[in-house]
């Protein structure tokens, strides 16, 4: 069974860095996206930042030029690096991934446990 699992998060001061990965557990045949979101408390969840197959990233206008996004694919686990941190970052963050387990001929979406990131002096 796939599974996607966080870690990285934790409280920083504003100005400060953290960074985020997320790892597949589990046998993947093929991972077409994976993503960051974040859900602060009373807002919706939203898409921070993505990476395509082909390398492709694309990135919320909030975090550009502050976050970065990279991808080990023969470990298929991503990084997000959080610079600049702002304290409304202040989200717990969810891993997310369009993929095909080796057990299936489907894509489908996983999720991740999410990991709370607190921005605060």
């Known amino acids: 069974q796939v599974q996607l699992m966080e870690s990285g998060g934790g409280l920083v001061q504003p100005g400060g860095s953290l960074s985020l990965s997320c790892a597949t557990s589990g046998r993947v045949f093929s991972i077409r996206v994976m993503a960051w979101y974040r859900q602060a408390p009373g807002k919706q969840r939203e898409l921070v930042a993505s990476?395509?197959?082909?390398?492709?990233?694309n990135y919320a206008d909030s975090v550009k030029g502050r976050f970065t996004l990279s991808r080990d694919n023969a470990k298929n686990t991503m990084y997000l690096q959080m610079n600049s941190l702002k304290p409304e970052d202040t989200a717990v963050y969810y891993c997310?991934?369009?993929?095909?387990?080796?057990?299936?001929?489907?894509?489908?979406?996983?999720w991740g446990q999410g990991t709370q990131v607190t921005v605060s002096s």
């Open positions: 990476l395509d197959s082909g390398g492709n990233a």
């Open positions: 997310n991934a369009v993929l095909r387990p080796e057990s299936s001929s489907y894509w489908s979406a996983y």
